[in-house]
């Protein structure tokens, strides 16, 4: 498995921009904050994920998980 790290875009439609893949997290994380000290970025946010391959990866980004129910949601 590997560290993918993404641009996502949210406006006007969700979609993925693939940056680079990393074997460590590490270098996967150093890449990441510099791409998001990157002037114009402010559209758009830089994700790092781990996943076996490239589309499991976007998969997850593409298709967030619900949020867990928290104490006192019952109500």
């Not at 996502?8 to 990393?22: C, D, H, K, Q």
């Not at 946010?45 to 928290?70: G, H, Q």
Request: without cysteine; neutral net charge.
């Amino acid at each position: 498995m590997a560290y993918y790290v993404y641009r996502l875009y949210e406006r006007p439609i969700r979609r993925v921009e693939p940056l680079g893949e990393f074997a460590r997290f590490p270098e996967a994380g150093r890449f990441a904050k510099a791409r998001r000290a990157e002037p114009g970025a402010g559209d758009s946010t830089v994700r790092v994920v781990f996943a076996p391959n490239a589309l499991a990866a976007e998969e997850a980004l593409l298709n967030p998980r619900e949020a867990p129910p928290r104490f006192g949601d019952d109500d």
